[in-house]
């Protein structure tokens, strides 16, 4: 079965920086796409980045702080992010687009001092 390991979330200050990582397994399309997704408490599934094979895109409400990679050898996609605020705490998804989409089960992040 298809199967997205994320890690690299937790809790981190104000300020520090976070890198995430989406690993995906069992999947048998070509990924076109792989990115991040975030979603806050009371609050709409947002943008943070994706990448196609070599172009990264960036949602409005982070830019400048993050940067997005792909090993598309290990089917793996890494957020490295910057400058965490509180407001960038949220459940963090991992999304691989093939011809469908597929998504991780997300892993929190906490900036908190």
């Known amino acids: 079965q298809v199967q997205l390991v994320e890690s690299g979330g937790g809790l981190v200050q104000p300020g520090g920086s976070l890198r995430l990582s989406c690993a995906a397994s069992g999947i048998i399309s070509s990924i076109y796409a792989m990115g991040w997704y975030r979603q806050a408490p009371g609050k709409q599934r947002e943008l943070v980045a994706t990448?196609?094979?070599?172009?990264?895109n960036y949602g409005e409400s982070v830019k400048g702080r993050p940067t997005i990679s792909r090993d598309d050898t290990n089917n793996t996609v890494y957020l490295q992010m910057n400058s965490l605020k509180p407001e960038d705490t949220a459940v963090y998804y991992c999304?691989?687009?093939?011809?469908?989409?597929?998504w991780g089960q997300g892993t929190q992040v906490t900036v908190s001092s």
């Open positions: 990448i196609t094979s070599g172009t990264p």
């Open positions: 999304k691989v687009s093939t011809w469908r989409d597929y």
